[in-house]
């Protein structure tokens, strides 16, 4: 007996569940900080529903409050998403028996966790009776996430509108960044390209629209290229989980 | 046009920008492979991107360098941050810490 799509949905929400540890600090923490930067609830609150991505949203409003122009945030916004490229790639094929309107609907949902708790599902349950419903599950995991981002997302403009400014908000992004960095600091390559980033981005410092940021990022993407990607000792000595979720996403 | 609809039209931008990395290999599904290289140069993306934002947001006050941390509150709150995440791997200690850390130092040092 084929698992329903009903029942397909629901597991795919239960997968997401541990995930609202994650979501709810980073969501509310993006929604605190934009709130301070475009001063209006519901552009926030919209603004995090349809953008769907914490990280650029974060990045494109902190060069909104140094009024880099609009390019420039769109820049940053998709070399910060390449990586759903990555997603889509890996997940196109779960979705290839099904019609345009659900292709374009569930690509919306491609974020990070839904990726992450459902590629493997997916692709354990394709060439068996319940392939043709798969797509349920996905589903559910993205409803889900979407749900806990845009609640996320009030709940950190109800609170980033009533915090006083002496609690400096808009270090928020720089704790997220830095926590985002904590995990993708793994192999040589890694740290060249941060260090090359940081270095050519600080002597730039002064630049107008944050330009030293655009050209400190892109000398770091290629120094990094250029390095063998050699994992360090330490890395190796870790336990056998960190190549696993390696493979997995790098968020 | 007000601020407020340049905003709008900014966060639909962006929100066409973002939809764009999802859509766009489920359409081009079989047309198109991202080569070999591409995989670690969107790893990379992630140190890269986010140490260019991050070290001159930390180490800059009144868009000059300052790089004392008596006066420079957020060097203190960014190696704070950066040792939790690193230890505990927790987003929720990290934020709140860190940002106690920058408070209280504003409020004790001034």
């Given at each position: 007996m084929p698992i329903t799509p009903r029942e397909q949905f629901l597991a795919g929400m239960r997968a997401q569940v541990p995930n609202f540890a994650g979501s709810f600090p980073f969501g509310v923490a993006a929604g605190a900080f934009t709130v301070t930067v475009v001063n209006n609830f519901w552009l926030s609150t919209g603004m995090q529903a349809l953008m769907f991505a914490g990280r650029a949203q974060m990045v494109a409003m902190q060069l909104e409050k140094e009024h880099a122009p609009l390019m420039f945030m769109l820049l940053a916004c998709l070399v910060i998403n390449l990586r759903c490229l990555m997603y889509g790639t890996a997940i196109a094929q779960h979705f290839r028996h099904l019609s345009w309107p659900w292709k374009i609907g569930l690509s919306f949902m491609l974020a990070d966790f839904t990726y992450a708790v459902s590629i493997k599902p997916l692709g354990d349950m394709?060439?068996?009776?319940?392939a043709p419903t798969r797509h349920f599950f996905y589903l559910g995991a993205g409803v889900f996430n979407i749900a806990m981002w845009s609640g996320d997302g009030i709940i950190g403009a109800l609170l980033g509108n009533v915090?006083?400014?002496?609690?400096?908000?808009?270090?928020v992004p720089t704790v997220s960044f830095i926590f985002a960095l904590s995990t993708a600091l793994r192999e040589q390559d890694d740290w060249a390209a941060a260090v090359a980033a940081g270095v050519v981005s600080v002597a730039l410092v002064?630049?107008?629209?944050?330009?030293g940021l655009f050209i400190g990022a892109a000398v770091g993407l290629v120094v990094g290229m250029v390095t063998k990607p050699r994992v360090r000792e330490y890395a190796v000595k870790r336990p056998a989980s960190r190549s696993a979720d390696n493979k997995e996403i790098t968020s | 046009m007000s601020d407020l609809q340049r905003l709008w039209l900014t966060a639909l931008a962006l929100a066409g920008v973002a939809y764009f990395t999802r859509f766009s290999m489920v359409a081009l599904l079989g047309k198109v492979t991202l080569p070999v290289w591409s995989q670690r140069m969107f790893k990379l993306t992630v140190p890269a991107v986010f140490m260019a934002i991050v070290l001159p947001g930390v180490i800059t006050l009144n868009q000059g360098i300052a790089l004392n941390p008596v006066d420079n509150h957020r060097i203190a709150a960014a190696l704070v941050a950066a040792v939790l995440a690193w230890r505990t791997r927790n987003m929720l200690v990290t934020m709140v810490v860190s940002m106690g850390v920058l408070w209280a130092l504003g409020w004790l040092v001034g």
């Open positions: 394709a060439g068996t009776p319940d915090i006083p400014p002496s609690w400096n908000l808009d270090f002064g630049l107008p629209w944050q330009a | -």
